[in-house]
């Protein structure tokens, strides 16, 4: 099974910050078979990224993902007030998919 | 746009069988795999398994002895069963539409992320 490690654990931003998430997998993860989500409490979290750096439909520009092998990131240009959530990181290059355990992204 | 809606007992007693169902409007269950994925409560998210409307199952070895999904297409459903349960499967449950994104040929499955999910229901296990 590919673990997953993602940091910070949380990070406290303002509005009109850069936000950069790390995740790393403990193995080379296939064809940047990485997956990003977004969750907000009491919501099912929503796919932002696939294949490390294709943005899902509808998914604003300001969300950004890059990465190979086992280093993954995914960066916000620029904070809005409705991302302040938690973020997953997904492999899905090896079977069973794991999730990395998220990093909250709390207001300042 | 497809939407899931899960839906089942939300307290389930130690030891008895965990039933849940997904109904997928918008989209068929023909021609997609469909998932279960659960979080316990302030933890993060496991995959619970898939089944591919062929009907191939590939699920969690952590979970496989104790897990059966299957569809019903005549409803547009597909269903979660999860047996002998104890308080570690207190969870909200997530059903989901994967996509294929690699094929792991060690294990020889594809591997999926997740577009849809459904709004999850949260399931106790509790005498």
């Known amino acids: 099974e590919t673990l997953l490690t993602q940091s910070p654990g949380t990070l406290s931003l303002s509005p009109g910050e850069r936000v950069t998430l790390s995740c790393r997998a403990s193995?080379?993860?296939?064809?940047?078979?990485l997956a990003w989500y977004q969750q907000k409490p009491g919501q099912a979290p929503r796919l932002l990224i696939y294949?490390?750096?294709s943005r899902a439909t509808g998914i604003p520009d300001r969300f950004s993902g890059s990465g190979s092998g086992t280093a993954f990131t995914l960066t916000i240009s620029r904070l809005e007030p409705e991302d302040f959530a938690v973020y997953f990181c997904q492999q899905y290059a090896t079977s069973p998919p794991t999730f990395g355990p998220g990093t909250k992204v709390d207001l300042k | 746009q497809v939407q899931l809606q899960e839906s089942g007992p939300g307290l389930v007693k130690p030891s008895e069988t965990l039933s849940l169902s997904c109904t997928v409007s918008g989209g068929s269950v023909s021609g997609h795999y469909w998932s279960w994925i659960r979080q316990a409560p302030e933890k993060g998210l496991e995959w619970i398994g898939y089944r591919y409307y062929s009907g191939t199952t590939n699920y969690n070895p952590s979970l496989k002895s104790r897990v059966t999904i299957s569809l019903d297409t005549s409803k547009n459903q597909f269903s979660l069963k999860l047996k002998s349960v104890t308080a570690a499967d207190t969870a909200v449950y997530y059903c989901a539409r994967g996509f294929p994104g690699y094929y792991d040929s060690s294990a020889s499955f594809w591997v999926e992320y997740f577009q849809d999910w459904g709004q999850g229901t949260l399931v106790t296990v509790s005498s």
């Open positions: 294949g490390a750096s």
């Open positions: 193995q080379s993860v296939s064809s940047s078979s």
